[in-house]
């Protein structure tokens, strides 16, 4: 268990400190959306087209919809599609990546032969495929994005596994008569963890990137629901007309959150790589 | 009465740049409370044949034929499942490099509770247990909340042969427990094993390249050349009568007190197993070597009782 200490070495580090800000208040913008948000975001509460003004912080859209309202509940959709995602092409990729690696032989030359036909493709293009096969919807577009990123899990684990089980400690524990899973669980994972964190930091940023250009082209959620990528689209035809507002609130968040967990990753890697020496 | 009897085992690693002979057709017994030295010099297959006794010869190695005979039961047939049971509990092993031996992530408590538990200690007791071997090979009851990188070497050497020992393992191999550590440890280490076999009566496999350490600590010594048994005799045999050419090198190449001049090297280089020479192994640095050396492969022949010698001259020569 980290200790208080250990936990404040870790957010001295001012780009897992400030990651760690941006994302939190992303997160605490969706939990506590019904308080938050000034209007309901799926109602015209105002004149359509509205610029930022007090009543309105970040304008209103062509349909009188408050901008900042749709911008707060947004942030749900955005997080619960990339949260799902990074979740579970981690978890299925770390325990395939662990399987492989420590069995190796056969099965491990079929699953990489798979997950590299799948890193092979352009990541976007094979989301936004497996997407439109599946049907557009928040769970699907969870599952796409998983799919795409389960072997950049894969690959990593299965590599450091592979350099971990030649270690003698590993030989030791196998003389000393432990099984296999309790050997793969306890005494390779643990050695894992530290890189695999700064995947899963790295792969979240590239997860909300991935999740917004679904969005866009209308593959996660049906309107009115607020979706950042969604309302980015809409917004577009209004630029050339100056109404910014509509547009660069929605690209803005999306931007921030990506860059919130890019620091988290560079932070951290930063820190691995420092106490390796 | 045997504990251990290895029957004719043949290991190869099947290497993609070829067939490596390690182990061919080694057999020996191993009593009950004797201590074995296996001697040879590095690629002798001395370790891969420590390996094999537990049937944990790594990839791409395997174990081509032959028996191991624990307690009666044949090794080498069990599952995995059983021979799990054995590994730890009931033969042990202690690795060479004690840098590299316990995970470096965990108390040296945890590590080694969760191998009591795993075979059956219940959790109470282990706390026990570790305290007490601990203290057995001599360490202070503090260094159990300690990590691995916290610890000296021979520290970490100590942990590994008390948890050998915890569960009064019948045999013990030791893989050259003393090789990465200085001489004063070296010496420690030594006393502590031979203490562990008075007191737990445990039988002992010392692997090492150091003969004079095996002719001051064993009881029979085994020595070994390109994965052969070339001479296997107890110790004062081997001493008073050693018979092969490769022994009686590895003896001359010892430093004694008494010499002025330089111990003698033996000259050339250890065979390369992949392509082993034909004929007996070691005929190409040997200097008594025949025509029939370089053509046939000699066999083990009994000289006196329970002493064995792999060479064709062995009548002629003394």
Redesign the interface.
Known sequence: MPSVLEVIAVLKNKYILSGLIIVLIFVFMAILADIISPYSPVEAVGPPLHPPSRLYLMGTDNLGRDVFSRVIYGSRIMLMITAMAVVMSGAIGTVLGLISGYL?GLLDRVLSFIMDSIYAFPSLILAIALSVALGPSPINAAIAIAVVYVPTYFRMVRGQVLSIKN???I?????????ST?IVL??IL??VTRTLMVVFSMNSADAILTEAALSFIGLTVQPPTPDWGFDLYKGRGFVLAGMWWIMLFPGLSITLLAVGFALISEGVSTLISSQKR | MEILLVNDLWVRYFTLSGVVSAVSGVSFKLRRGEMLAIVGESGSGKSTLGLALLNMVPKPGRIIRGEVIFDGVDILKLDLHEIRKIRGSRISMVFQDPFTTLDPLRRIVDQFEEFLIEHGVDRAKARTIVREYLEAVGLSERIMYSYPHQLSGGQKQRVSIAMAIALNPEVIIADEPTTALDVVVQKQIMDLIDNIKEKYKSSIILITHDLALALERADTIMVMYGGYAMEYAEKKELFNNMKHPYTKALFEALPRILQRDLPRSLPGYPPDLRNPPPGCIFHPRCEFAIEKCKREPPPLIEVSRNHFVRCHRVGELL
């Open positions: 190796g270690e003698t400690y030989e030791m524990a196998r003389a000393l008569g432990l099984p309790r306890r005494h643990p050695h």
